[in-house]
């Protein structure tokens, strides 16, 4: 368990296994990328690329910034989380979302549900594995 931690280096975290990280700051390129059963709570993350091809990761009352995060997950959980300055999320994950803020752009979704209060652009294209298998909707309306 990780509390309080003020990490500033790429990679924290990458492959890391049945990890619970509280009320933490992390500035960090390739953040949790491969993670497996972690759980982060009431933090801020800085960096792109963050979560990438993780397995299990939950984000509660977090902060999310930076260009593409959260790609390649499997059961990607996000409850209560702002996303800042975050374009081209979610391509290829199996997502449950429920975001109270905007969100610039969401890419190629796999599967699950993103909820948010805006969405600047939803993006499905020719290489999208499932297209309709993502519920997308904001406060206002449904988007895909």
């Given at each position: 368990m990780a509390d309080n931690l003020n990490l500033q280096g790429n990679?924290?975290?990458q492959y890391a296994r049945n990890v619970v990280i509280r009320n933490s700051h992390l500035d960090s390129k390739d953040a949790l990328w491969g993670a497996e059963n972690v759980t982060v709570y009431d933090s801020v993350i800085n960096?792109?690329?963050m979560g990438w091809h993780s397995k299990n990761l939950r984000l509660?009352?977090?902060t999310v910034r930076g260009t593409q995060p959260l790609c390649y997950c499997?059961?990607?959980i996000m409850?209560?989380?702002i996303m800042e300055?975050?374009?081209l999320s979610f391509e290829y994950s199996e997502v449950d979302a429920e975001i109270v803020s905007d969100i610039?752009?969401?890419k190629n979704p796999k599967s699950?549900?993103?909820r948010a209060r805006e969405i600047g652009e939803v993006i499905i294209d020719q290489h999208c594995i499932s297209p309709g298998k993502c519920d997308i909707s904001t406060d206002a309306t449904v988007c895909a």
């Open positions: 990679y924290g975290f960096g792109e690329y509660v009352n977090c499997t059961n990607l409850e209560n989380c300055d975050a374009d610039i752009s969401v699950g549900r993103i």
